[in-house]
């Protein structure tokens, strides 16, 4: 019928006009966001660690470090000890004559690459926890509790060296005939993972793991009060330094940390902290 294939279009003008007229919005609704995942913690907590150096309570200012710092402790011990468990079923795997799967091979090679293990039993006698309260206690050592310069400008909390330039922050301090840098990381939860790392890894703390192994072997618990003694090569201080360990550890009451003597939930991963990635994204 004639004007019938106009009147859709004018009938169209006329909704436009009356919602505009009431102030409607009739634009189409836009597209719902594909969901995003929160923030990891290392960012909120590496954003959060700009503001200590202003906080002038030292009291609340040590409150806040921890609570800044604890969690991502507990983080990445829960992912050593999946990596733990991980490398315990393929040892359990090959001495009952099964072959390991793909995955697993390819994920054993990484954490021997990553731990400079030589072998499968190297590599189990490496990966163990690092004691939250030695952590915490060498963290607020070596940054001023999460104030100085290192700590404010490239998450570096834990004091580790870079013999490369241009991986770290310079000293003001270095002698000139020095050519190390403080080494910088991209968030908190990096510091600490590369931290445990090198406590796991480094010849130098040979001895760290050794008395670990042997509070296990004693069915005592993983305590940082027990393991501070080793770590006396950690620091140009020697002896005085692991003193400061132990004395961070006690006036802060730190030893409450590590699981009051036993040994961080039996070896399990302990959901609340989970790392939020799979063993096999975290061992890359």
Known sequence: MPGWATRPRCLFVVV??????????????????????SAPDGW???????????EPDIEMRKRRFVG??????????????????????YRAALAEGRAPARAERRLIA???????????????ARIDIVPPSLALAQAAIESGWGTSRFAREGN????ERAWSTGLGLVPEARADDATFEVRTFATLADAVRSYMTNLNSDAAYAPFRAARAALCAEARGIDGASLAWTLGGYSEQGDDYVALVHAVIRDNDFARLDGGGTRVAAREPSAPWGPGRSMMERSG
């Open 110 to 124: 990484r954490l021997m690459d990553r731990y400079d293990a030589s072998d499968p039993a190297d590599l189990a």
């Open 16 to 37: 436009i006009a009356i919602g505009l007229a009431l102030g409607l919005n009739l634009r189409p609704p836009a597209p719902t966001p594909e969901p995003r995942a």
């Open 68 to 89: 800044l710092l604890l969690p991502l402790i507990l983080a990445e011990n829960d992912a050593i000890l999946a990596a733990r468990h991980a490398v315990e079923g």
């Open 44 to 54: 909120i907590a590496t954003l959060r660690l700009r503001d200590l150096a202003n």
């Open 156 to 159: 570096a909390l834990f004091g």
